[in-house]
């Protein structure tokens, strides 16, 4: 890790790859930071915006943040990756922010089949392609001058995602993920099971 810790220009400290794929929490409510690779090398204030640099002084990553409960360093810090980061800067120097792209499934449920989709955005671009969520079924049952009114959620016609573009999906992470690896207007093929079938559906990718 390179950086300016405590205004000391050029401090480099070392360490090793703790872990890769961390989600860390945004102070942004509902918002996190994912796949962050996590490392042991010193970081403070001060390091951030720094490169993670490989034994061969490749980049691979730059400093964002640390986890301490003091505000100073515990082992514990975080970097974006080099990959997403070619990505990110492109599209903050020619638009000014990052726009990612969004499929429009907004929650998925995690199994070891792969993942059944559990809501749509309405219009959105995974329901235009057809893509099926849980359905809400409601019931009305008239006794006298009362009308009873009851509601299930039918799970049985839900897409399970296996794949896109070839990919295996496992998590609901790794999905989001993937799918910020896009641009809007890109299209994408999801993999699916739908009543037994094994499907393969294009989705063009709208703008979050």
């Known amino acids: 890790v390179l950086g300016n810790p405590f205004s000391w220009e050029g401090t480099l400290t070392t360490g090793i790859i703790s872990s890769l794929n961390r989600d860390l929490p945004s102070r942004v409510a509902g918002r996190s930071m994912p796949s962050l690779i996590q ?15 490989d034994t ?26 080099i990959d997403r980061i070619k990505i990110i800067v492109p599209e903050l120097i020619e638009n000014g922010r990052l726009v990612h792209a969004n499929i429009g499934i907004t929650q998925v449920m995690e199994t070891q089949a792969g993942l059944v989709v559990v ?13 099926q969520g849980f359905r809400r079924v409601v019931q009305r049952r008239k006794q006298g001058p009362v009308v009873y009114e009851t509601e299930t ?25 993937k799918i910020w690896e896009y641009k809007p207007g890109d299209t994408i093929t999801l993999t699916i099971i ?15």
Not at 42 to 51: F, I, K, L, R
Not at 63 to 80: D, L, M, P, S
Not at 194 to 208: H, S
């Open 153 to 177: 959620i039918d799970r049985s016609a839900a897409d399970r995602i296996l794949a896109v573009n070839g990919e295996a999906m496992r998590t609901g992470v790794r999905f989001r993920d």
């Open 39 to 53: 490392t042991d090398a010193a970081m403070n204030p001060g390091n951030s915006g720094g490169p993670l640099l």
């Open 119 to 131: 809501s749509l955005t309405p219009g959105g671009p995974a329901a235009q392609a057809g893509i």
């Open 56 to 81: 061969q002084s490749r980049m691979i990553g730059m400093c964002v943040a640390i986890a301490t409960k003091t505000g100073q360093n515990a082992g514990v810090g975080f970097a974006i990756p």
């Open 194 to 208: 739908r009543e037994g079938q094994e499907l393969e559906i294009p989705i063009t990718l709208g703008a979050d």
